[in-house]
């Protein structure tokens, strides 16, 4: 673990070579990326089985084809979003014009948590290097098969004065955060989301934090009932419900709350069989002490589905929960596994109340048709992002800058939102020296100064 600064100097000084401005080198460093993960994408896929048991399936659509595709819509872009923008300018400023100048801060940190950990070290990767930045990423020490294939892919493709991965944990985070970057990217829990921010605020910092909490996820009565228990069981269950944008609990309307729920039960059969722990391509709990943390919900309420569970291979099935109140240990923290609890509700404002209680969800989801209802619910809850009548899916745009808001993150990223985030938006005026306007000075003279 040790000291970071000979590494940090070391970026420095190739940062202010001026080598990672130019946006060839840039574009270049993007199809290395790609290369690189395309060369190792069968080494990225093995180490993702024996971290987290991901199916190749998974592997595939949620950590390496997304950011393969993420690195493509960048390629295609950069040239014109890294050019200066010419801007509008007030009459008070006549004879000058204006522009917008993007610029790389300098040496970034990314620190990247466990549960999708390829996707996660690299989606901001290719935003600080599309930004013109040089780059420490600090990947999980839970997924060490997965950060050992992503350490050694960057060693093979890039310098390690312009990107570099350093293994470790609580102890490694520390000691990198002890020096002075020019920005932070984080990922991962708001506990540790607030200590980044403390000390990222010694050296006035600025940080992206992308952190997590309850997502709600509403089922009006009018909902596609048989598509809403679709979607909402493949957002809930991918990952074995390890990701941070999964529906955390669900409102259901009491209408429709049997029909419902017998719908959701056939769409877990349908697409995780009848016996989930015998499925070998269902994601394991990543270790036994998120497991027992898991396996302690389950002595809430009344279990309708599921609830079978494995600790010798840290698998949990998934499990749907009623009988569940606000006053519950599961509905106090992020559950983070593959545990539904149920609400049920007549009046959708008490939901909308309910919900404003609580800190600011990352995601928000609602399954109905009818539109007035929808624009009560986006605009009258604060959340990071959301669907209407799907789940997830809005964190895969690269047109929907994503993050949080409140205590579920600071800032935003993918696509331009991420060359947006690495960047520093330089405001220019370029003034005339043809005249010179008398007004801005103390005892101004009437009249225009022809020079
Ligand atoms: P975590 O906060 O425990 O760890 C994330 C990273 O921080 C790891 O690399 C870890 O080594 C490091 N770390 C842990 N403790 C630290 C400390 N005291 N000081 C400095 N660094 C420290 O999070 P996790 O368990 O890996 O991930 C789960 C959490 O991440 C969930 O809350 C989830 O919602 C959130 N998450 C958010 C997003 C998002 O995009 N918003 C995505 C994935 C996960």
Partial sequence: MGNFKTLVDKQNKFFHSGTTKSISYRLAALQKLRNGIKAHEKQLMDALKADLNKSEFESYTSEIGIVLEEIRFIQKHLRSWSKPKRVKTPITHVGSKSYIYPEPYGVVLIIAP???????????????????????????????KTSAVFGNMIGEIFSEEYVSVVQGGIETSEALLAEKFDYIFFTGSVSVGKIIMEAAAKHVTPVTLELGGKSPCIVHEDADIKLAAKRIAWGKF???????????????HKNIRDVFLHQLGLAIRELYGEKPLKNPNFTHIVSKRHFQRLESFLQDGEIIFGGEKDEENLVIEPTVVMNITWNDPIMMDEIFGPILPVLEYQKLSNVIEGIQQHPNPLALYLFTKNEQLQD???????????????????????YLPFGGVGSSGVGAYHGKG??????????????????????????????????
């Fill in 114 to 144: 466990w549960n999708y950990p390829f996707q996660l070290a690299v989606a901001p990767l290719i935003g600080a290097i599309a930004s013109g930045n040089c780059a420490i990423i600090k990947p999980s020490e839970l997924t060490p």
């Fill in 238 to 252: 991918m990952n074995a419900g390890q990701t941070c944008v999964a529906p955390d609990y669900l409102y259901v």
């Fill in 376 to 398: 009560e619910v986006i605009t009258g809850i604060s959340f990071g992002g959301g669907c209407i009548n799907d789940t997830v899916y809005h964190l895969a745009s690269p």
């Fill in 418 to 451: 991420s060359f947006d985030t690495f960047s520093h938006h330089k405001s220019i005026l370029k003034q005339t020296t043809r005249f010179d306007l008398p007004f801005r000075y103390p005892n101004m003279k009437n009249g225009l100064n022809i020079i």
